[in-house]
């Protein structure tokens, strides 16, 4: 069965703070994806990436950086020198063949000036 | 380009009344998503629509749920009768390919 766990709750950081989210997934398949959205307190799910079960390159976007390891079926972000602006639910996901997306229960991440 | 378009943002009814959403999806976007948010939960598909057909309502509780895509665009999410336990942010998401949802701002549904 799929499943997607972020033990993290809740985490708190002053601005300028590195901050790192863990993702754990469980997948039966070989073929699938994974996903990282951030939910602000709007409400809209805004994508930040997708990364396919064949790549286990790391990626850099800015100050946006993630960690894939399938030995340890992990999907890390972390964003780096972090700012208020962060502040947001994050999200990890996995899609396997049917492109549903199954979703972890979130982090809520505070980032304080 | 437009995003996906939900309506209304904010709904309040009280239980055992029926509510409607509607998601219009990204121009040219095949495949539409309904997804309920709980409170402090990620968000759980209820059903996904290819053009007009249903790929997978398994989530859906077909007792009191339903869903029609017509002409294979937009698309209505009905509840009835509603229930407490349906309070929750009703997402609508679109893709035109495999593996990149774009998600709308979302409903969020109160029953008292």
């Known amino acids: 069965a799929q499943k997607v766990t972020q033990a993290q709750t809740e985490i708190s950081v002053v601005e300028k703070e590195d901050v790192t989210l863990d993702c754990v997934y469980e997948?039966?398949?070989?073929?699938?994806?994974l996903f990282w959205y951030k939910q602000p307190p709007s409400g809209e799910l805004v994508f930040l990436i997708r990364r396919n079960s064949f790549d286990e390159q790391n990626e850099i976007s800015g100050r946006y950086s993630w960690n894939f390891q399938k030995s340890t079926s992990s999907f890390n972000f972390t964003i780096t020198a972090s700012q208020v602006v962060d502040s947001a639910v994050y999200f990890c996901a996995l899609s396997e063949v049917t492109d549903k997306l199954i979703f972890g229960t979130g982090t809520r991440l505070q980032v304080f000036p | 380009e437009a995003g996906v378009a939900q309506s209304p943002r904010y709904k309040i009814i009280e239980k055992r009344q029926s509510v409607a959403f509607w998601c219009n999806p990204i121009?040219?976007?095949?495949?539409l998503y309904w997804y309920q948010q709980i409170l402090g939960q990620g968000p759980k598909l209820l059903i996904q629509f290819q053009n007009n057909g249903v790929v997978d309502d398994s989530q859906l509780p077909k007792d009191r749920f339903s869903a029609e895509r017509l002409k294979g665009v937009d698309s209505t999410l009905k509840i009835q009768p509603a229930k407490l336990e349906d309070s929750a942010v009703y997402l609508c998401?679109?893709?035109?390919?495999?593996?990149?949802?774009?998600f709308g701002p979302g409903t969020r549904l109160t029953v008292t």
């Open positions: 997948t039966r398949d070989t073929t699938y994806y």
């Open positions: 998401a679109s893709s035109a390919e495999l593996f990149g949802q774009y």
């Open positions: 121009s040219g976007h095949a495949t």
